[in-house]
C-alpha cells in the first residue's frame, strides 16, 4: 500500500482527563506532573484505558492505517519512561536548559541508570486487544533523555546517554516480543544540539537500536509547534541520520515548508513524512495535504513515504486535531490514487 499513514505519537487528551489550560501553559513535563491529572488516582487507569480507547476508535475512525495509543497515558512524551527507571531521584528533581534556553525541572541522575520493569508493555497489549490494524508505539530516545537530566552521577554526557540507551535497548526488545508493528524513538534534542548530537548521540542512538528484531523509527522535529512557535528554514541534523540504524526517519514538512531536496540525503530510510501544520488551528483541505505529498516526491520513492503529522496532536484542540487527521487519510489518498 502506497503512503500508508500514521500519527506520529500523541493524540489530544480530552479535557475530562487531563487539564489542557494546565498542560498547554508549560513546557512539556520531564518530572512527573501528577496535577495534571483530573481522576483520582485509584481511577486513573480505568479512565486512562477508556481515553486511550477513543483515541484508538478516532484514528480508525478517521482513516489511519498504522495506529498508536495516541499516548494518552502520558504527562509528556518522555516523562513516563524517564521517571521510571532505577538511578533517578524523581523527589528531588535537578534543573536543565529546554531547547528554548529556559531552566525546567528535570530527573536528577544519581546512580547508575537501569531500567527496573517494563514500562509500555502493558500500554501496547492494551493498544494491540482494540484494534486489528498495525500499530506503532514511541519511547523518548536516549539522547533526548540525557539532555533532559541533571547528571550528578556519570561525570560524561556520553556516558550518560550511554547508559538511557541500555535501557531503551531493552524496552525495545520487551515491545517487540509483545507484538509491536514499529517502535518509534522520539529524538528532537538530535536538531536542537546538533554538535552534541553529532559528537555522541548518534552512537547512542544507535547502541539504543542494535539488534532490534522489527521495524524501528525515529522522531526529530523542532518542537511542539504551541511551544516553539518559530521554525528554521531546515534542519541542523538530517543528513547525519543516514548513518543511524533505524529503517524510518519522521520529519516535519508542513509548517516550515521544508525544501524536500533534503530527502535525498536518506535513501536507506523510509521518510515518515510530516504534512499538517500543527501551528495552524485552521484545518487542511484534503488537496493541500496532497500537495504537500507531491512536493516530496521527486526526492524520495514513493514506496518509503508514510504520511504523518509534523509532531504529535497533544497539544491541538480535540475538534482540530480530527479534523487534521482525517483530511490527511484522505489527502493521501488522492495521491495514491494518482500513483495507481
Known amino acids: 500500500m502506497l503512503f500508508p499513514t500514521s500519527l506520529v505519537g500523541s493524540y489530544a487528551q480530552p479535557e475530562w482527563i487531563i487539564d489542557r489550560s494546565k498542560l498547554g501553559g508549560r513546557f512539556p513535563p520531564r518530572t512527573r506532573a501528577k496535577e495534571l491529572w483530573r481522576i483520582p488516582e485509584e481511577h486513573l487507569e480505568e479512565a486512562q484505558n477508556s481515553a ?70 502493558e500500554d501496547l497489549k492494551f493498544l494491540k486487544a482494540h484494534t486489528d490494524r498495525m500499530v506503532k508505539i514511541t519511547l523518548p530516545g536516549p539522547f533526548t533523555m540525557s539532555q533532559q537530566a541533571q547528571d550528578d552521577h556519570y561525570g560524561d554526557p556520553k556516558a550518560l546517554a550511554l547508559a538511557y540507551a ?55 522535529c523542532f518542537g511542539y509547534a504551541a511551544i ?29 515548508e521544508l525544501d524536500t531536496s533534503v530527502l ?12 499538517l501544520d500543527l501551528s495552524d488551528m485552521k484545518i487542511e483541505t484534503p488537496e493541500t495535504i496532497a500537495g504537500r505529498i507531491r512536493r516530496a516526491l521527486p526526492h524520495v520513492d514513493p514506496e518509503r513515504v508514510i504520511v504523518a503529522p ?6 491541538l484542540p480535540r475538534d482540530v486535531a480530527f479534523g487534521k487527521m482525517k483530511a490527511m487519510a484522505e489527502g493521501a489518498a488522492i495521491v495514491r490514487a494518482e500513483m495507481s
Request: hydrophobic content about 40%.
Open 52 to 121: 486511550t480507547l477513543e483515541a484508538i476508535k478516532l484514528q480508525e475512525e478517521a482513516g489511519l492505517d498504522i495506529i498508536t495509543d495516541g499516548e494518552i497515558r502520558r504527562e509528556s512524551y518522555s516523562n513516563r519512561f524517564a521517571t521510571a527507571l532505577s538511578g533517578v531521584d524523581i523527589d528531588n528533581p535537578g534543573e536543565a536548559l529546554d531547547r528554548s534556553g529556559h531552566p525546567n525541572p528535570v530527573p536528577r541522575v544519581t546512580g547508575d541508570i537501569r531500567r527496573m520493569h517494563a514500562v509500555e508493555v
Open 166 to 220: 541500555a535501557a531503551v535497548k531493552e524496552e525495545i526488545a520487551d515491545l517487540f516480543a509483545a507484538g509491536a508493528d514499529v517502535v518509534q524513538l522520539d529524538e528532537p534534542y538530535m536538531q536542537a544540539r546538533p554538535e552534541a548530537a553529532e559528537e555522541y548521540g548518534l552512537d547512542a542512538l544507535n547502541a539504543a537500536l542494535d539488534g532490534a528484531a522489527g521495524t524501528t523509527a525515529v522522531h526529530i
Open 228 to 256: 516553539i512557535h518559530a521554525r528554521p528554514e531546515g534542519y541542523s541534523f538530517l543528513p547525519q541520520m543516514k548513518d543511524c540504524t533505524c529503517n524510518q526517519v519522521s520529519i516535519e514538512t508542513a509548517q516550515s
Open 264 to 275: 535525498e540525503n536518506l535513501k536507506n530510510k523510509t521518510v515518515i513524512l510530516g504534512v
Open 310 to 315: 509534523d509532531c504529535g496532536l497533544k497539544y
